[in-house]
């Protein structure tokens, strides 16, 4: 198993702000890549994009631009390129600008935020000095989301009751965008109002609303636990974590719900009536079809972060009647958790599962990112392979597929049911 590292953590993390744009300090063969994928998680795409980025260190493609790098650099220093690029970059008024060393960059010593106050853009541009590459997706991500908002340092607001920022929800999720809309949706049955998701296409606008909030409730814990700190520190902003883990299946989403309506002092009651129409749906739906107990007994492999890992094992286990064979959380997932998951197996007499190589044996489904869930299919490790994360590069989809709210639930059991 391949995962991705702290270094696309912060690439992506960069550009999961709407007017941010992530700056590669590197050799260009570090840049297609993650060009693509910030592309397919977060399409900032305009027709023109290619004629306006038709100039040094973007070459006609919009995203993650670079400095290119090459063996001088290494040798005499790049400070030079960054002093050159700079005017070019910061040219367009409503972005700002995150460069993000390479690891290879990363070992020559430039001063990346010197060389930015020097030419007079510290307003327009900044720089994540440190080297994360050792550092987990999410962590990295958590991180830099911080570092951005402290940079951005937003002015104390009066505080707006009845307010949230949703912090946890990387754009690495799948279909972020209609999972922010379900769980915003949600809280607002509630009524609480979403001023702003850092982290999750936010704009620089929302970032400076967002100290306003009277809460931050949290989807993934190991994107946010930096950021959620740093708004309690500085601005006094409490978080709503969860027991369960994230809204990934109706329990967890029933709970998760709940627990935010709770805190808050709201009635979670508008919302629990949504989350039991969709089960009574799913209930007649299943019923009703001729494969009643199609999934039950079948096992199955999870790859994932540990706090979508817990409420999908559980989920499977109690709802569905699926049996884990193999449950793998991803770096960066909390001892508490990971405890948590091995509780849970060991309850139901699956504790071997516990981090079992998944390609030990043939299940019937494989619960991870894009790339391995499809791996696995076509190497015949399982029946069928469900993307539930970063990443799938190959599907391009126009039906809400996340994995969180509602929604979530609702994708998964279409993933489940329609087995070939």
Known sequence: MIYPDGFTGALMAVESFENGRAVLHGPGGCRSYHSFAASRCYSKAQQGDYEKYSVPYFFGQPRVPCTYMDEDDYIHGSEHKIEECL???CSDEDVFNVFIRSPGAALIGDNITDAIERAGYSGKAMAIEESLISQPFS???DHTVRTIVQWIDPERKETLPGTV???GLPISSNDWESALEDLAHLLELCGLKVLSSPGAGCSL?????SVAAEYNVIVSSEYCVRTAEHYREKYGIPAIFCDCGAPVGFDAVDEWIRTIASETGRSPDRAGELIHNKREQVFRRIKGSLYTNKVKCNDFTAMADGSVLLPLVKWLYDYL????????PDPGTDDDTAAEIRSLLRSIGTEDAWRSDPASRKTDFAFADGHTAEILEITGRCYKGVDIGYPSLTRTGFLPRPIYG????MYLLDEVFSRE
């Open 321 to 328: 009647g699926m049996v884990p064979a193999s449950v793998t």
């Open 87 to 89: 005017p070019i970059l």
């Open 139 to 141: 962590s990295s991500y």
């Open 165 to 167: 920022n949703i912090l």
């Open 406 to 409: 509602v929604s979530g639930t």
């Open 205 to 209: 606008t929302d970032v400076r609303e």
